[in-house]
């Protein structure tokens, strides 16, 4: 790379307004300003920035995060509990709550039980390395999102990636390969950065044939599918042949945290084995509070769902309608592909200019070359929004 490369100006940068830059040993700052410029070259330096304008990129599918209903339930909580829970939930972090709400949970998904987890992240951590040894394989959707990734990474089971959704692979691949321990597969049910959904009922059937214990990532299923609202593993009715299955809290039910939910004997294993449960701090006990109206809430209010789904529908056709093809898959995270990183947040800054909190999705959260925007529809959105985003939309991709 050339003295004064534009992609050198971010280190640069650094250097010049942090003089504690100037004191990192020689090797550790040529080290991080190499990784810098590279970040910087590829288009992929991020920025922090709060929410503003239209929302069509946060997770809070069914409006609860800003619901009365859990903010009352919440503040009841911190009323009662005080604020932090103070330790983990071996020692004295634990609380009646938590114990309430994983209750609630398991009746809501169909399991013998549940457990509670201060995020997604964590939970998914901490499962796939307590369950997976070093006998063991699993078979791994290529897109699967990055807290299950390293799971397995922290696990010394032999990985096998399968292609996106690829039916075949996967049953071949379960079929031909043995190995001395035990086997998983572990998917999302809805994709994070996609929007579609895994072939759940033939993965059960496979898993069946295989001896194989499948392990589902419901992080933006739950809240929005089934007839309750529980999830894709409730939709197609599988609830028998899945292991387990993570449900984050911080996304369509509006809080923070994770549920891990499945038999008794594997929750009582996790209280035992799992390193990010026992070796962290509990989650705020009110966030337990909020949930059980979190809960209540999708259970008793299908016409919220149900209008998500529609409002997806209605955006996907009439984006197609417009040129702009995305799938007909009917979720509500919907992925309008641009390619080109620099280009992706190029035309995100500029709706949001606009007044449209849309955001860019860029590698290594996406494969190389499919940066997109990723919107995410929530219930408060309208057709008229709808409407106006994707005409903004279309000027922005006629001006490039
Ligand atoms: C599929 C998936 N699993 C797990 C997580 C992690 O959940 P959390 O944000 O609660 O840590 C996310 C969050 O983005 C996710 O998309």
Redesign the pocket.
Known sequence: MERGHPARTWAKELAAEFPTFEKVPMKLKERIQNNLVEIQTKGLKRKLASPCGIDLSS?DYLGLAQDERLKNAMIEGVRREGIGSTGSRLLRGERDCFAEVEKQFAEFKGTESSLYFS??????IGLLQTFLEADDIVFSDEL??A??IDGMRLSNARKIIFRHLEVDEIAKLLKETGCKGQKFLVT?SL??MDGDIAPLQKYAEICAETNTNLII?E??AVGIYGRKGSGLIGHFKIEKDVFLS?N????ALGV???FIAGDIWAIEYLINKCRSFIFSTAPLPATADALKVALEIVETEKGSRERLLNLSRFFRELLNENGILVPLDNSQIVPILIGDSKKAVKIAESLQAKGFDVRAIRPPTVPENTSRLRVSLNVGLTKEIMREFIIKLNKEFNRK
């Open positions: 997770n995020s997604g992240y964590q939970a998914n699967n999102h807290s299950l999302e994709f994070s990532d992080a933006h993570i984050t809290a911080g996304k923070s945290g994770a």
